[in-house]
């Protein structure tokens, strides 16, 4: 396990270094090939109840996806991380312009503050489909997110879920496509992972 553990944490590094190469203006270019990419995507578009990760500047950039989902007419959930746990829920958005008035965690992610209470997707109709951050990502599904675990125990609970599990989608730089990630059995796979050149 310390190995496993090891060898995450090495590729994390040398992932963050790939990635902080990226000029913003490249960052900018990929963003708009995997955006494209997601809204021609058939599973996208029969989905209507849609969970997408709020970026950061190193992750693919979600405005413009977050925008589309409004004006397709689908149902948006962004995560809300609880601090000192490795608990998230994902929790309606009501409109795209939100995610500009939003108050910012530590990590300089918006979302709603600890007090406001919103829809949780899975207290109501569930989610058809999560569109998934991280830093890496091989061709089998595997990924590698930044070590916390959210999105594994979300997905956890999901499967409880009357609905049942969502489709999941990665969206990726090419540069965070490796030969392959280092795994532990209770690492979840996602089903497809949205990069340039696939």
């Known amino acids: 396990m310390a190995a496993l553990r090891a060898a995450k944490q090495a ?23 995997v955006t494209q990419k997601l809204i021609k995507h ?8 849609i969970a997408v990760f709020l970026s950061m500047n190193d992750e693919v950039q979600t405005e413009e996806i977050i925008e589309d989902i409004f004006q397709k007419g689908k149902v948006c959930f962004i995560p809300k991380y609880q601090k000192k746990s490795h608990h998230m829920d994902m929790v309606k958005l ?7 008035t939003l108050p910012l965690t530590s990590w300089n992610i ?12 899975l207290d109501t109709g569930g989610l058809d489909l999560i569109l998934m951050p991280g830093l890496g990502f091989d061709k089998h ?18 499967m409880n879920h009357p609905k049942g599990e ?4 990665a969206l990726a730089f090419k540069e ?19 990069y340039e050149f696939k």
Not at 141 to 158: E, S, V
């Open 11 to 33: 590729l994390r590094t040398e992932l963050k270094k790939r990635i902080s190469q990226l000029s913003d203006q490249e960052k900018l270019r990929q963003s708009h090939i």
């Open 42 to 49: 058939p599973k996208y578009q029969s989905c209507q109840r």
């Open 94 to 100: 009501t409109a795209a312009s939100e995610i500009h």
């Open 110 to 121: 918006p979302q709603p503050s600890e007090e406001e209470h919103r829809e949780e997707a």
């Open 141 to 158: 599904g595997n990924r590698l997110g930044r070590g916390k675990g959210y999105y594994d125990t979300y997905l956890g609970r999901c």
């Open 166 to 169: 969502p489709y999941t989608m």
């Open 176 to 194: 965070q496509i490796c030969d392959a990630i280092p795994v532990a059995d209770n690492d979840i796979q996602v089903d497809e992972i949205l």
